[in-house]
């Protein structure tokens, strides 16, 4: 059936209307390039955004009313952007997946990605990396008046061996105003844990291009904290928008080189931190009210959040113990200090709330802050909760932040041996299963993680290793794998007979009993 003149004009007028108000002004393509005869191509280049500072879905970002406008009063970014795609249309299964790059880190184009038939996208989302890394070119914000905005900034560290110099990345985009002004100071700690400290005399330290050295050198196991005065802090928010206006752009925008329906995220790390926060400050909404991502998948975040939402923000940073905070669980809790009541997903801001896995380690649980059992858990940690409907949680028992070489090696000279147990065949498993749960409806497996109700979660004070140092006992689990957690099969020396070597190296062997 042929359309009428007048229903063409209209469709025309429709199309002018959505370019109009797409975040994605413009996608840049400065280099395209067969994928060896794999049937991919990649496409590199970068994608220009503008986003209206009033609108609800930006209004959230930390100082964008303070960001310089063009002249249709609108705020101008640019991000980085790598994509593989099926040369062949047809060859696609039409959804794509969004590879949050962590600090920088680009995407490589692996077989069951091309098997599967997925589009992969890399964009920059951060604006404190290298130049030859994935970055996200962002305005400056200024005072009203138009004078720069000034405050004072600081970065942590706690070296392992003896320094005479430390380089001081996380301020890397915040140079000094005058580092012998007032507000420059060097405190340094006993423990990491405590905000107390003494200062050390200034004449004893200096700050140049970025490396930091002390008299006498740093000494390992202490913890450092360096202050000064900077200037102009980016508005770093909008590494936010740039994810969900690109993931609009793939899934909405005629212009777009990849033909997807969907649109996933992965994220580790940093990165599944970053996932988080994208989802509880309402990213997931796009300006016009459409799904962003339609499904997420936060690896080893554990309860944490990406710093990144606020002035002077140092998303680079480890930031150990201070990005998990409330809320912590997808449903709502009731906080006891502050008596609200929300969760990541439990909140006016969420609109569209993705499917999502959460995946987590036995370091999520056991250290840096991250606090993963959180997640599961009522803020005071006393009482399972359920999860929503829309969200899997999975625990890979035994298994380390992320995963060493096979065969094992020690990473420090003297050390036990690292774990090498890899997880990667079952996130890849799980990634496949997303998009069947998105495209399909076909239900995931239930989530597998530790419960207060079994025993299998207990407070640090109750845990019981296995007798390991003399003779093995029968334990629950013998070989000392933790419990309330999916297992890994690997023909490696299991995790209690490896922490016997160690008691016995350092001459504990009855205090592992």
Request: with cysteine; hydrophobic share 40%; proline share 7%.
């Amino acid at each position: 059936m042929m359309s009428s003149p007048r229903s063409l004009v209209f469709l025309a007028a429709l199309f002018a209307t959505v370019a109009a108000r797409a975040a994605v002004v413009r996608a840049e393509i400065t280099d395209r390039s067969d994928v060896g005869k794999t049937g991919y191509e990649q496409l590199i280049g970068k994608l220009h955004f503008e986003i209206h500072p009033k609108q609800p879905q930006n209004a959230i970002i930390a100082d964008v009313d303070l960001a310089p406008v063009n002249a249709a009063g609108k705020v101008s970014f640019t991000a980085d952007l790598r994509l593989w795609k099926p040369k062949d249309d047809t060859r696609s299964n039409g959804a794509a997946w969004v590879e949050i790059p962590n600090r920088g880190g680009k995407a490589s184009l692996s077989e069951w990605v091309m098997k599967a038939g997925f589009t992969l996208v890399n964009v920059g989302w951060e604006f404190d990396v290298a130049a030859d890394k994935l970055r996200l070119q962002v305005p400056r914000a200024q005072n009203k008046d138009g004078s720069p905005i000034r405050g004072v900034v600081s970065a942590v560290f706690t070296p392992d061996k003896k320094l005479d110099e430390q380089p001081i990345t996380d301020l890397t985009d915040y140079p000094p105003v005058d580092i012998t002004g007032a507000e420059s100071c060097l405190i340094v700690r006993d423990r990491a844990a405590y905000p107390e400290g003494q200062k050390v005399p200034r004449t004893q330290w200096s700050l140049e291009k970025g490396r930091l050295r002390l008299k006498g050198g740093f000494e390992p196991g202490k913890t450092y904290e360096v202050f000064y005065l900077a200037e102009a802090p980016p508005v770093a928010g909008l590494g936010y928008a740039a994810i969900r206006d690109a993931a609009a752009w793939l899934k909405h925008d005629p212009a777009s080189p990849a033909k997807v329906k969907h649109a996933y995220a992965f994220g580790a790390s940093q990165c599944g931190r970053f996932l988080r926060d994208f989802v509880y400050l309402g990213f997931n909404t796009d300006e016009q009210d459409r799904m962003a991502l339609d499904g997420i998948l936060s690896h080893v975040a554990g309860a944490g959040r990406l710093v990144l939402n606020q002035r002077w923000s140092t998303p680079r940073a480890i930031s150990g113990y201070y990005t998990a905070s409330y809320p912590f669980a997808d449903t709502a809790q009731k906080d006891s200090v502050s008596g609200q009541s929300e969760g990541i997903l439990a909140n006016l801001r969420v609109k569209h709330a993705p499917k999502i896995f959460d995946t987590n380690m036995a370091a999520e649980y056991w250290g840096a802050g991250r606090v993963g059992a959180l997640t599961h858990t009522t803020p005071d940690g006393k009482q399972d909760i359920a999860l929503p409907e829309n969200v899997r949680s999975y625990f890979f028992a035994s298994t380390s932040h992320g995963p060493a070489s096979f065969p094992p090696t020690s990473q420090v000279k003297g050390a036990p041996l690292a774990n090498p147990v890899n997880t990667s065949p079952a996130i890849l498993a799980l990634r496949l299963a997303m998009h069947r749960w998105v495209s399909e409806g076909t239900a995931p497996p239930p989530s597998v993680h530790p419960m207060l109700r079994d025993g299998t979660l207990v407070p640090i004070n109750d845990v019981r290793w296995p007798q390991v140092c003399r003779r093995a006992t029968r334990h629950r689990h013998r070989l000392g794998v933790s419990s309330g957690g999916v297992r890994l099969t690997a023909r490696v020396l299991p995790p209690a007979r490896r922490l016997g070597a160690l008691c016995e190296n350092q001459g504990r062997a009855r205090s592992c009993a």
